[in-house]
């Protein structure tokens, strides 16, 4: 497959690189394109798209790149790229930076489910400090049904439900999955650092 030419545009490589650099505390700018980290990335084969590429696209400005980016909206954070990297660069830090500024711009998401799976996971450690399975399924579910109710898609909600119920009993029998309900005793700590999140994104929303 042969990829497009990147282009270099002055006037927008500043900003971006930098906003990226500060926001996800990574240095970009030592990557010297070794592709280390594109060797052992899990979906960089099948999305055509690797750690070192997204970093390009950054450093040239691209910002409409970088933010409809399959490796943004596919990464699983596995760091993988991160420990391989003679310089440390956390590419999974990079790509949550990247779906965050996605989102501050109103851009709709690469993958719909990415957002809602993150929503559901925020919503649940919010609540109860820490994530609960049951929770945090039932959450991320009931947003990909109401999804498929509104496009009146009746394979959809049962291809969704068996999907669902198939990863449930998976998890279950891995011991992966959590009946009870378990809290952290400080909960109003958690919301407390949720809160000074919310207002850090706000500000960013605002701008300087
Ligand atoms: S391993 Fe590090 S230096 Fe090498 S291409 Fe990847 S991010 Fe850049
Ligand atoms: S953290 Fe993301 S970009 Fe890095 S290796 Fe894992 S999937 Fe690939």
Redesign the pocket.
Known sequence: MTLPRLVYEKQKTPSFAEEVMERSGQN?M?????????AGCPVGKEISM???RL?RMIIFGDREGALFNPLVWRCVSCYT??T??????Q?GRITETLKQMARESKYEPLVPRVKEFHNAFCASAKHMGRVNEMEFMGLYEMKNILHEIKNHNLKGIVDELLEQAKTGIAMGRKKRMHFGVERVRDRSEIKRLFKISEEQDEQHLMGP
Do not use: S
């Open positions: 970009i030592a990557c010297y394109q070794c592709k280390k980290c594109a690797t750690p070192d970093i790229c991160g391989r990297c003679a310089n440390g660069i590419v």
